[in-house]
């Protein structure tokens, strides 16, 4: 009896002890020690690069007469700007590693974790609703051309592709915009919300920031999606040339089975390696998209920063930026671990 208590308080123990050790676990500590060693490095630069840009934000408040000379000394005092750049550094990285204090915006005269606090999720609903769309459409519209190839439907997809990848964001949110004006106001334009959204029912506001999601989704996601829909093609070809494959449907398999379960399973998993990198791509993008339809995410924020010189502003939003791009990797190579157990994470680089 005594024996089987035992056995039965360490069971959790072992589970614990099991968890900390295994692969998984230890390859996603190993990525997160690395992911804050490039952090510190990536401020660290972009600290020195907008430090060597000439003149700052208060070179702005210089030109105004009504500003006295002793309200820019207690500015300049207040924002640490009297301090050489590597105290102004050491300063800022430890309130970030301590409180996770980005120090205050010169413009918005807020913290800086505020401002990214309501500006990150609206960025980041835009780019995650902008890859389901993408690979929603991308993949079977990719798979077909394959599977139909140097037919009509093939030749018709390719020449969408092309056009798809050949037309730059500014242009594609330009044409979006035309045609929400022709149709409007079955579109919107401009912000998150509408005007009566605080008066909306919980599904109402789902639906209105849905509803303003259209547009800025699609411009996000048209240039993407021509992208990874040639590269599914591209994969499905080289994988339907195995010798497997051949094999597969020489036992007789029916040609659904072949493509959806032996083909399909291993041309995508290249795709999923990308997964982090088009999340990082449609987070350096998604400015465009924002700033065309008004849309308040961290793209709009880091180049109102970067154009007003403000310092710490700047250094948040791009730190965000980056661990955002680091956890997109990371999750992106947990997914290919999910999909194919077969992969050891030791060996995705």
């Known amino acids: 009896m005594n024996s089987t208590s035992s056995s039965q308080a360490n069971l959790p123990l072992k589970g614990l002890q099991n968890f900390l050790t295994s692969e998984t676990t230890l390859y996603v500590i190993k990525r997160i020690l ?12 972009s600290f020195i690069i ?11 408040l210089k030109q105004d007469p009504n500003i006295s000379a002793e309200t820019l000394a207690s500015l300049t005092e207040r924002f640490g700007l009297d301090k050489p750049w590597y105290e102004q550094y050491r300063k ?20 800086v974790s505020s401002l990214l606090g309501e500006r990150i999720p609206a960025t ?18 990719g798979i077909l051309s394959a599977v139909k190839q140097s037919s009509i439907i093939d030749k018709i997809l390719r020449v969408i592709s092309y056009l ?3 037309f730059p964001s500014f242009i594609t949110a330009l044409l979006l915009l035309i045609v929400a004006q022709n149709v409007s106001p079955i579109l919107p334009v401009g912000d998150m919300t509408s005007l009566n959204h605080r ?26 999606f021509a992208g990874l829909m040639r590269l599914m093609r591209g994969q499905m070809l080289d994988v339907m040339r195995q010798d497997y494959i051949q094999t597969a449907r020489a036992k007789g398999l ?23 990198f088009e999340f990082a791509s449609l987070l350096g993008g998604s400015f465009i998209a924002e700033f065309f339809f008004n849309w308040p995410g961290l793209g ?38 999910a999909v194919d157990p077969r992969i050891k994470l030791e060996n995705l680089k």
């Open 164 to 166: 798809g990848q050949g």
């Open 50 to 60: 907008i430090q060597i840009a000439p003149g700052n934000y208060l070179d702005t």
């Open 300 to 337: 709009r924020l880091i180049l109102g920063a970067v154009q007003a010189q403000d310092l710490y502003l700047v250094m948040g939003s791009l730190t965000m930026g980056a661990t955002m791009l680091i956890v997109g990797n990371l999750l992106a190579d947990l997914l290919l671990k």
């Open 199 to 224: 008066e909306l029912s919980p599904i109402g506001k789902i639906l209105d920031i849905g509803w303003h999601m259209i547009l800025p989704t699609i411009a996000l996601s048209i240039t993407s």
């Open 124 to 141: 980041l609903l835009l780019a995650i609703s902008s890859i389901i769309l993408t690979w929603l459409i991308a993949l079977p519209l």
């Open 34 to 45: 690395q992911g804050l060693l490039t952090l510190l490095l990536a401020s660290f630069l």
């Open 92 to 111: 800022w990285l430890l309130q970030v590693v301590t409180r996770l204090d980005f120090g205050e915006s010169f413009v918005f005269n807020r913290s």
């Open 254 to 276: 029916p040609e659904d089975k072949v493509i959806y379960v032996h083909a399909l399973r291993n041309a995508i998993n290249p795709l999923i390696t990308l997964l982090g």
